[in-house]
């Protein structure tokens, strides 16, 4: 189907452990998500979800399987090749806002566009925009430092729609704000990402946040299945 943005078809991954040997965590892990589709990821910690996130996000290669991309299969890609599928495909939200320090809040989300080759303009009109969607117009001209947890969030998920994703992967989005905030900010991130017809794959340790979903999956014995 044309609208598959995410499909994951028999992913493993074994992680190799000096201590604990052979670390088996994903076993033939399938998965399709659509575009305008909202899928929560729950599921007890150590189980696979950052790895899982990461593979989607083609920042690790599956031991067997393939990802899938927007109808593009990845498997024996160019990291050239991922690297601008992964640009110009995914937007990522981490659990801490990882924005550089030294440069404001509409420089942070002007960044990836311009490593994308957006003319410097477009990609400040874009980042104003994009900052005014998630409430922060007054706040453009902020280092990080000078602004609040929910607020630095803000910017870090302004920034992952900068490129015009078709895929927002976020882990733990909301995972460092207190529960007034992360209720906020969680809705913002779900109103931006309807807005706009993304598919979203979103790991939560948030059962309340669950309702607010499409659909939630889990991981067993290595495999996603739906809760
Ligand atoms: N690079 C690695 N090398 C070896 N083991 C790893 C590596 N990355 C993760 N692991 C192990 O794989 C398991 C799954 O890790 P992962 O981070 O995917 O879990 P998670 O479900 O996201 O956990 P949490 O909810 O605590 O963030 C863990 O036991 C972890 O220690």
Not at 212 to 223: K, Y
Request: hydrophobic share 45%; charged share 20%; proline share 3%.
């Amino acid at each position: 189907m044309s609208d598959v943005v995410l499909r994951l078809s028999g992913v493993k991954k074994t992680y190799q452990s000096g201590e604990d040997g052979s670390l088996p965590i994903l076993q033939g892990a399938d998965f399709t998500l659509h575009a305008g589709e909202l899928v929560a990821l729950v599921a007890p910690s150590g189980t696979g979800k950052s790895t899982l996130l990461h593979l989607a996000g083609l920042l690790d290669t599956p031991d067997e399987g393939t990802v899938e991309i927007c109808g593009q299969n990845t498997h024996g890609m160019a990291d050239a090749g991922r690297t601008a599928l992964r640009r110009d495909q995914i937007g990522f939200v981490y659990q801490f806002h990882h924005l550089l320090a030294e440069f404001t809040a509409q420089e942070n989300v002007m960044l990836p566009q311009m490593i994308a080759g957006v003319r410097k303009a477009e990609a400040r009109s874009k980042a104003q925009d994009l900052l005014g969607l998630f409430g922060l117009s007054h706040r453009v001209k902020h280092l990080p430092g000078k602004l609040s947890g929910g607020e630095q969030q803000r910017v870090a998920i302004a920034r992952a729609f900068a490129n015009n994703p078709a895929l927002l992967l976020a882990d733990e989005p909301t995972g460092n704000l207190d529960v007034r905030t992360a209720d906020g900010v969680f809705d913002e991130l779900l109103a931006a990402v309807r807005g706009k017809g993304l598919a979203a794959l979103v790991a939560t340790h948030n059962e309340e946040l669950l309702a607010r979903m499409d659909r939630v999956i889990t991981l067993q014995d290595g495999l996603i299945v739906s809760r």
